[in-house]
């Protein structure tokens, strides 16, 4: 929504009448109009090219044409205007055009007779180009040069650039072109090679600040400073987007610019509102984050901007995680810095990537969908219902030295035959921390080589309390021992443990064997390859070895295999009526969730056609 409205804002700006004037002058001026640079000193983040431009102009070696690229609102124009001010300025050529004589005044009004400014866009067949071309044999009437802008210029016919080409290879020496554009791989590589290219970089959030606040100053405004930085972030590197948006919120505050008040009007939840938010999620907190999002929604906020601030943070969140120094966010104020941190060492990368991309897909879908709060809401809660992807190696030991009581925490499914695990286990008391880590960093490779370490380690480190026989049920307090008998009822248990769709797709194993010690081989049906597939993605493999891990009180590692049916003679199972194969893959595990959670019936089935 807001991107709608300062695009409407910056098409005000630039279709308002070009009037140089200021407010006082009766017409009213857009902000992004009477701020718009005037020197090469005043172009905002653009230091490279002001630089080569006043080089060029100093040692008299401009060029007749220059190719300027970069996003919308970064100064390609305005420098146009400034280049073509220093070079037909009554004082020029200058590095510092006067902007008084009337040369340099109508060149800011765009209304030179010399300084020709061309939209692309509406001018882009041939018939203009052969126009220009005429024109451009005319001597300028009053100044040094006649100088071409073509702004949008990648919007040209391919005649019209042909056209052009005849009049870049050899220009008249009194002509300059200066073609500007958004979209420079549009731009035929013919011209390319014959223009000088400056690349006009996204200006920074802090310049894009700096630059309101003078322009509140000047105006008279009272901001504060984290509003600006609001819509400084908005702006995302373009100036002239930053200034139309403030224009706009102007328009609706007076003469005092808060925070608050520019949350309401953006439909963005208030600094407070989102913190709350993010903590809830933070926490694992689901219902506090629906409450949090009622609310917001309730005081205005817009639960699609409020996706995109939570993407933004989450962003910034990532960056700390990974290690980036504070000046490395892009979307936190800075009050914000120190809960940024707090969340990443709470989440760990891998979560908030997970987070990311639900986050993402919701994104995605809300364009396409009219329930956009449910949606949201359900990214909410699928964020809370997030295990927490931590590294394996620290999950195991966890898990070895006792340290891990709590089950996975959306875990409720019923029918749990082990006790909670939590109570499985005692602490084998304090193990050397480091070598523990190591040990177990060789075992969390999942279907990588067996470690006889784990195996060794764990069986034959005699119990501390004796007593404890081998064979005793799970509410022992020692590890049960993996057997080619209790394999498949332990994997039974630990999938009954986990109400993630992993253990959905684990289900559908037909067999689990014992592969060596502590070492277990889970069988799918061919037909079942995808899931197979599925259960070895890293996550997931690791959501079921830590799973198995709470249940036999020891590293078990894990083997996916598929089951070559071809070997079975097809003729034997006799063909199925519809009904009966119905009613049979009714009783697979994963349909019948479905059907428990959307209350179905089981109808048809259609077999992939594969
Ligand atoms: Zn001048």
Redesign the pocket.
Same mark, same amino acid.
């Given at each position: 929504m807001a991107e709608e409205l300062s695009n409407a804002a910056a098409d005000a700006a630039t279709s308002d009448s070009p009037s140089g004037e200021s407010a006082s002058g009766g017409q009213y001026v857009v902000i992004a109009r009477r701020y718009r640079p005037q020197t090469f000193d005043e172009l905002i983040g653009q230091g490279h090219v002001s630089r080569a431009m006043a080089g060029a102009i100093e040692s008299s070696r401009v060029g007749h044409a220059y190719l300027f690229t970069g996003a919308r609102g970064v100064g390609k124009t305005s420098s146009a205007r400034i280049l073509a /001010?220093a070079l037909? %300025?009554?004082?020029?050529p200058t590095t510092t055009?006067?902007? /008084?004589?009337?040369? %340099?005044?109508d060149i800011s009004a765009g209304s030179d007779v010399d300084v020709l400014e061309i939209d692309g866009a509406s001018n882009r067949g041939v018939d203009e180009i052969r126009q220009l071309r005429q024109n451009v044999a005319v001597r300028p009437s009053r100044a040094r040069f006649k100088i071409y802008i073509i702004d949008e210029v990648h919007m040209l016919t391919r005649e019209a650039f042909n056209a052009l080409l005849k009049t870049l290879e050899e220009p008249p020496e009194h002509v300059k072109f200066i073609f500007c554009t958004t979209e420079p791989e549009k731009v035929p590589i013919t011209i390319h090679s014959r223009c000088q290219r400056f690349d006009f970089a996204g200006i920074a959030t802090a310049a894009i600040v700096d630059r309101l606040a003078s322009i509140c100053e000047t105006e008279g405004i009272q901001a504060e400073r984290s509003a600006l930085e609001i819509i400084a972030r908005r702006a995302a590197g373009s100036m002239r987007d930053g200034q139309s948006l403030l224009e706009q919120v102007l328009s609706c505050c007076g003469k005092e610019l808060t925070s608050e008040q520019l949350h309401r009007l953006l439909g963005t939840a208030s600094g407070k509102r989102f913190e709350q938010l993010v903590s809830h999620l933070v926490e694992r907190d689901a219902a506090g984050a629906l409450t949090e999002l009622d609310a917001a929604v309730a005081e205005g906020a817009d639960v699609g901007q409020m996706l995109e601030q939570l993407l933004g943070y989450f962003r910034d969140v990532m960056a700390a995680g990974v290690g980036c120094p504070t000046t490395a966010y892009l979307h936190a104020t800075s009050g914000d810095e120190p809960r940024v941190k707090a969340a990443a060492e709470q989440l760990g990368v891998e979560t908030v990537l997970a987070i990311m991309q639900i986050v993402d897909h919701t994104l995605a879908r809300l364009r396409l969908s009219t329930h956009a709060r449910t949606l949201v809401e359900i990214a909410a809660v699928r964020i809370c219902n997030l295990e927490n992807l931590e590294d394996l190696s620290t999950l195991v030991a966890a898990v070895r030295s006792g340290a891990v009581a709590t089950a996975p925490t959306t875990s409720s499914a019923p029918g749990q035959r082990l006790p909670p695990p939590a109570r499985s286990y005692t602490s084998r008391g304090p193990a050397p921390a480091a070598e523990q880590k190591k040990n177990n960093l060789a075992d969390a490779s999942v279907g990588a080589a067996p470690s006889h370490d784990a195996a060794e380690t764990t069986s034959d480190s005699p119990p501390d309390s004796s007593s404890t026989s081998p064979d005793a049920p799970a509410a022992a307090a020692e590890p049960i021992e993996l057997t080619s008998d209790n394999a498949a009822s332990l994997w039974q248990n630990a999938l009954d443990g986990l109400s993630d769709l992993v253990a959905d797709q684990a289900a559908l194993a037909d067999g689990v064997t014992l592969a060596g010690p502590r070492r277990l081989l889970v069988r799918f049906p061919r037909k079942y390859n995808s899931c197979k597939l599925f259960c070895e993605r890293p996550e997931q493999a690791a959501t079921l070895v830590r799973r198995l891990a709470e249940v036999v009180g020891g590293v078990v590692q894990l083997e996916f295999a598929v089951d070559e049916a071809n070997s079975e003679p097809t003729s034997v199972p006799p063909p199925m009526s519809a009904r009966a194969r119905t009613a049979e893959r009714a009783q697979d595990p994963f349909v019948r969730r479905a059907m428990e959670l959307f209350g179905a019936s089981s109808i048809r089935v259609d077999e992939p056609s594969s």
């Open positions: /001010k037909n %300025c009554i004082n020029g055009p006067c902007n /008084k004589c009337e040369i %340099c005044q």
